[in-house]
């Protein structure tokens, strides 16, 4: 038995990378099945952009502590846990949604917590290092394995991010998949011979510089848009691609509804939200061959192994030249994505948090998906 889902619940963001796109569209759409939101955004503050967008969908209030990944020591995120009680107190919400594990350790309140599991440090290290994080950041393990314990429910973006977790904190219950969702449509803009990626390519799970390398023998253009440089002022720079620099999510979708290819060569990706933007508006997919892009665009991309800059440059160009295997997969590509909807994606969520209400919350297994 299913309790009702809540009237009014706290969702945590952040302004650095994909969380922010997926809080958006989610409140936006919890919102009009009447269920408010109030956002409590922590880490870098939005620009004036991004606030005015959080303003036309929920409350917005940033609180004074950093990302857990931005954390150098465990005392710096001491904090969180009464930043988000307090305010949970102070506007009557009846339901958490924190958008990073760690935030439920030693959180004290009364009403249902669901933790989604974008990425973490943990797993991040697993897939691009191959290594167990540095002993100075098992703090990262130890609070997101609180986290986990605590919630009511936890959900990951794809089974390939659950099967990451399994293997790094020891099989979970209470976890179900949701994969994220869009509505963008296509737009009837000529297509442009350019390839375009989107990504932080200052992280190295992005693996910019694969992609940077293999834009020095592909035949057409290659436009990367997203920053270079992290907030602490390491990264890369790109010699090879036409570097864009940060965008913002409108003028990213023009991009893409420009451009004839999108690649994305991450070595980790829980989810891909711009692979999947970039095919509801009709390009054709070069991706990285990881458990991910597998599980969500098996037969509807080309795939290259993500340290084989030539493989990229070789699958990008092979569409270049086969301008009916490009279409043909583009097609596949849009046809598939329509099972990953904002409506799917907010409906599961509102029977997660009703299920979070019950005294014992139900979940769903790692091999069925909830759509």
């Known amino acids: 038995m299913r309790t009702a889902a809540p009237r ?72 969180v846990p009464r930043l988000i009680g307090e305010l949970a107190d102070r506007h009557g919400v009846d339901l958490l949604h924190l958008n990073l594990p760690s935030q439920a350790a030693g959180l004290a309140t009364d009403v249902p917590v669901v933790v989604v599991s974008h990425s973490c440090v943990v797993t991040w290290f697993a897939a691009v290092r191959g290594s167990d994080v540095p002993a100075d950041w098992q703090f990262h393990r130890r609070l997101n394995a609180q986290g986990y314990a605590a919630a009511d429910a936890v959900v990951v973006p794809s089974r390939a991010q659950g099967h990451m977790l399994d293997r790094a904190y020891g099989v979970m219950t209470k ?45 057409w253009p290659v436009r990367m848009a997203g920053a270079t440089r992290s907030p602490g002022g390491d990264g890369i720079t790109l010699t090879h691609a036409d570097a864009l620099d940060e965008l913002g999510h409108a003028a990213t979708m023009d991009e893409i509804s420009r451009a004839a290819i999108f690649v994305s060569p991450s070595i980790y990706e829980p989810f891909g939200l711009a692979a999947l933007e970039a095919a509801r508006l009709g390009a054709a997919l070069v991706l990285s061959d990881i458990p991910t892009y597998r599980e969500l665009w098996d037969g509807a991309a080309l795939f290259a192994d993500p340290g084989d800059a030539q493989g990229f440059a070789r699958g990008i160009n092979r569409l270049i030249a086969e301008p009916d295997l490009r279409s043909s997969l583009s097609r596949h590509a849009r046809e598939l994505s329509r099972h990953f909807t904002l409506e799917r994606q907010v409906d599961a969520m509102s029977r997660i948090y009703g299920d979070a209400g019950l005294a014992t919350p139900l979940s769903v297994p790692l091999a069925a998906t909830a759509e």
């Open 8 to 79: 009014k619940i706290l969702m945590t963001i952040d302004a650095v990378g994909g969380v922010w796109r997926y809080g958006m569209d989610l409140a936006k759409g919890l919102s009009e099945q009447g269920i408010e939101v109030v956002l409590a955004g922590f880490g870098p503050p939005p620009g004036d952009d991004r606030q005015r967008e959080a303003a036309g969908i929920g409350q917005l209030v940033w609180l004074n502590a950093p990302l857990d990944w931005m954390a150098t020591s465990e005392a710096e995120l001491g904090a």
């Open 175 to 219: 976890l179900s998949v949701v994969y994220n969702g869009s509505d963008l449509q296509p737009r009837a803009e000529p297509r442009q011979d350019v390839v375009f990626a989107a990504g932080r390519w200052w992280d190295e799970g992005k693996n910019g510089s694969v992609l940077n390398e293999a834009a020095k023998t592909v035949h």
